[in-house]
């Protein structure tokens, strides 16, 4: 193996490790909004929001690692598509952390307020948008386009579970107006959390175009 084709080796696992790096962050970044939603704990929501800023430093790094090897190796086929998908997958994961400290900044909001009783299973939400995110960077560690179209079958849930929210939290508002500006930073909150299901589904369209070559994005028939 020439020194050459040995070093394009290195860069593309330093892409990979980069992007897991990234994507670890993120994964906590949502488990930390969740916690720090239940547990009504305004420090844990500051530490989502000061976290941000060294995963938008890890994006801006992964993308010009991906624009030097293209430029120095100028790669084919499986290689092209591993670096071109990083390079998609990277501004999602950086949009996921986003909403993760829209969510922080809710709760921070939420927490000048009195407590709101249970009024929806907000967690259950919160944690399926996660497990999208936790899946589909094991479909991409792995090239599994199977188990990524199985991540993206879970988004109709995710987006079914956001509107019952919506409904059940418009007609408590409507049954107490005192509410009214609690219940909606919580159906801020519900939007978040959907979105993060679709940042999850579009790195697995990412994800499936590598492993086959085929762009599934905004086709019926996945």
Do not use: W
Request: glycine content about 2%.
């Amino acid at each position: 193996m020439s020194d050459t084709h040995h070093n394009f080796e290195r860069q593309l696992e330093s892409i990979s490790t980069k992007l897991l790096r990234m994507g670890g962050m993120v994964e906590e970044a949502i488990g930390k909004s969740i916690r720090a939603l239940i547990d009504r704990d305004s420090n844990l929501a500051d530490e989502v929001i000061r976290g941000d800023a060294e995963i938008d430093r890890l994006e801006l790094e992964l993308d010009d690692l991906c624009m030097e090897v293209l430029a120095r190796n100028q790669p084919l086929a499986r290689d092209l598509r591993f670096i071109t998908t990083a390079m998609k997958i990277t501004p999602d994961l950086e949009r996921v952390a986003d909403h993760a400290v829209n969510v922080g900044e809710r709760v921070r909001e939420l927490n000048d307020e009195p407590a709101l009783p249970a009024l929806v299973d907000m967690p259950l939400l919160a944690e399926r948008a996660q497990e999208m995110v936790r899946l589909a960077l094991d479909a991409f560690v792995r090239r599994d386009s199977r188990a990524a179209r199985t991540v993206i079958e879970m988004d109709d849930e995710v987006d079914a579970r956001m509107e019952q929210t919506f409904r059940v939290l418009l007609a408590h508002m409507m049954e107490n107006p005192e509410i009214v500006s609690r219940a909606l930073r919580l159906t801020f909150i519900a939007k978040y959390f959907e979105r993060i299901a679709d940042q999850a589904t579009n790195i697995c369209e990412q994800v499936v175009f590598m492993a086959e070559a085929r762009v599934i994005k905004h086709s019926p028939h996945r």
